[in-house]
């Protein structure tokens, strides 16, 4: 059965100077023809057309036509988009007059994508980099996206996939060949690529999480006692009143948490519940928050009221590279403080180089143009068990080919799906259901 043809609006909803209609099925091509009543257009190529309503002749919009007969499209199939001034009421005559043709329905969310991939016009990886693009608010998501877009990770996955069936290859040629005038010891041969793969595989894992924490974003905890000017902190750097201010300590109960953009990069910044010895259950529960907060953050911003001793519970919490704060800096004469940094919340002193301090670190960790890294949780969740796997099979290539086979192909099928090139269906409702209607 032929497909049915899709349409959907591609460009942004709402009032806009253009809008973008778009086709992709068998039926486009014949619908674009009844929307200008003339032949279609040179393909990949803007023509101006009068759009009219096939039911009734009424006049619908003068705009521009493009033609991409399949399989050069970015579906793979005959794809007509229609360039249209962008008023909600034009937008839905347009597009009921497109489902008045034969065969003609709406798109499903991610259904141009998804129909992408069926037909070999990108692979899972890039599909995924392309809904990162989509979305992308920060220059480091969209540097990333577009990479992956581009098929930077699919390359690193299939180069995997290519010795896993090479490797593979060895170990099933011993099993089914035994008595074949093949080299001995086949199946060992195997074992310094499957190393390798693992040990490379490894290396991808080993990445701080980087590629996710630029999608997701680099996460900033600010920690440190009551009353120490945590909440004032984070509302100069937000330059907005994010958080409750007060000089009644305890205030801050609950995470306030903010989103900036520094160093290019989506980051949280989280004011947290003083640490101290709680008073009540409330300020208990905020202060395990708080903790909890710190722990998984990225990078903690302890602070501490200059002229005062930092607290027990506010070491604990600290790490190596972590940014050590004196607030309040304004009441007393400015004077060097070794490794900690005086800042003021009311007068400005020292946020500028705190401001600079945050940023380098952010760009440290995740501005390194490096081998593409793992973007999603379902990227790293299938390398891990094909590493695994591999680390198997290592081993079980001295007792036997057929040991090793098994966890060969168990890699390669992990491998496969990063990609799209193995048992992927159950995958696709999931991934696809992300897309916004029109892409």
């Known amino acids: 059965m032929k497909p049915d043809t899709i349409v959907a609006l591609a460009s942004g909803a709402g009032r806009a100077g253009v809008a973008v209609i778009r086709l992709s099925g068998p039926n486009a091509g014949a619908t674009l023809q009844t929307l200008t009543a003339r032949e279609l257009p040179k393909p990949r190529a803007a023509t101006r057309e009068a759009f009219c309503d096939p039911r009734t002749g009424l006049s619908l919009d003068d705009g521009l036509a493009l033609w991409f007969p399949g399989p050069h499209s970015f579906t793979g199939e005959d794809v007509a988009e229609l360039h249209i001034h962008g008023g909600p009421a034009v ?112 290396r991808h894992l080993d990445d701080s999480h980087r590629g996710e924490r630029i999608r997701d974003g680099f996460r900033i905890a600010i920690i440190g006692p009551p009353n120490a000017g945590k909440s004032s902190l984070l509302n100069a750097l937000a330059q907005r009143e994010a958080a409750i ?39 208990a529960e905020g202060v395990r928050r708080a903790l909890e907060r710190a722990e998984e953050a990225d990078l903690r911003i302890a602070v501490v009221e200059i002229g005062h001793e930092v607290p027990t519970e506010l070491e604990a919490a600290i790490r190596d590279g972590d940014l050590l704060v004196r607030s309040k800096a304004d009441r007393v004469a400015a004077h060097s403080s070794g ?77 496969g799906r990063l990609t799209g090139r193995i048992d992927v269906e159950d995958l696709l409702g999931e991934i696809f259901s992300s897309f916004c209607i029109g892409k």
């Open 91 to 202: 937008i839905a005559a347009v597009i009921d007059a497109c489902l008045s043709q034969p065969g003609v329905r709406v798109a499903e969310p991610g259904e141009y994508t998804r129909r992408a991939f069926e037909n070999g016009k990108l692979d899972l990886a890039e599909a995924e980099g392309l809904a990162d693009l989509v979305d992308a608010e920060t220059e480091g998501q969209r540097r990333q996206a577009l990479r992956q877009r581009r098929g930077a990770l699919s390359a690193v996955y299939e180069g995997w996939r290519s010795k896993l069936i090479e490797a593979a290859a060895l170990i099933e040629a011993e099993i089914d060949f035994p008595d074949e005038d093949l080299p001995g010891a086949l199946a060992l041969r195997a074992g310094p690529i499957l190393q390798a793969l693992a040990d490379d595989m490894g």
């Open 245 to 283: 201010v007060s000089d009644i300590p305890g205030t801050t109960r609950d995470v306030v948490e903010v989103r900036l953009v520094l160093a290019g990069f989506p980051v949280w910044l989280a004011d947290t519940a003083g640490l101290r010895e709680a008073a009540d259950a409330i300020e």
């Open 339 to 415: 490794e900690m940094l005086e800042v003021s919340a009311l007068t400005g002193i020292g946020l500028k180089l705190l401001h600079t301090q945050i940023e380098e670190r952010v760009a440290g960790a995740l501005g390194r143009e490096e081998a593409p890294v793992l973007t999603r949780a379902r990227h790293r969740r299938l390398v891990e068990e094909a590493r695994a796997a591999l680390l198997r099979a290592i081993p079980a290539l001295d007792l036997g080919p057929e040991l090793a086979a098994e966890d060969v192909r168990v890699a390669a099928d992990q491998i």
